[in-house]
Nanobody, 120 residues
Framework: QVQLVESGGGLVQAGGSLRLSCAAS????????MGWYRQAPGKQRELVAA???????DYADSVKGRATIALDNAKNTVFLQMNSLKPEDTAVYYC??????????????WGQGTQVTVSS
């Protein structure tokens, strides 16, 4: 089992920045990939960014150039830095981990989510 705890959400003005953190515990050694998803009310879940233990990253087109995902293997923590935030970035952001890959279809382990609200 893997436990994921997100932090860093909140209210930010458009154009601002936010850094989300996700601390993993448990059988973290078995996880190859971690990522961030988001879901806004009435919208489908979106894979925002993903990273593997060797540092391979992938981003949704909607955040490319504005988001950076990073993994601190020593602390078992994944970060998502979001800049130039837009109101459409408003959503609940979920951290996820998987023994193989995090994909649009999902991942094996999930955090409880953290709300990000971007005001215009």
């Amino acid at each position: 089992q893997v436990q994921l705890v997100e932090s860093g959400g909140g209210l930010v003005q458009a154009g601002g920045s936010l850094r989300l953190s996700c601390a993993a515990s448990g059988q973290v050694f078995s996880m190859n990939a971690m990522g961030w998803y988001r879901q806004a009310p009435g919208k489908q879940r979106e894979l925002v960014a993903a990273i593997t233990r060797v540092g391979t990253t992938d981003y949704a087109d909607s955040v490319k150039g504005r988001a950076t995902i990073a993994l601190d293997n020593a602390k078992n923590t994944v970060f998502l830095q979001m800049n130039s935030l837009k109101p459409e970035d408003t959503a609940v952001y979920y951290c996820a981990a998987d023994p193989a890959r995090v994909t649009m279809q999902g991942a094996l382990y999930w955090g409880q989510g953290t709300q990000v609200t971007v005001s215009s």
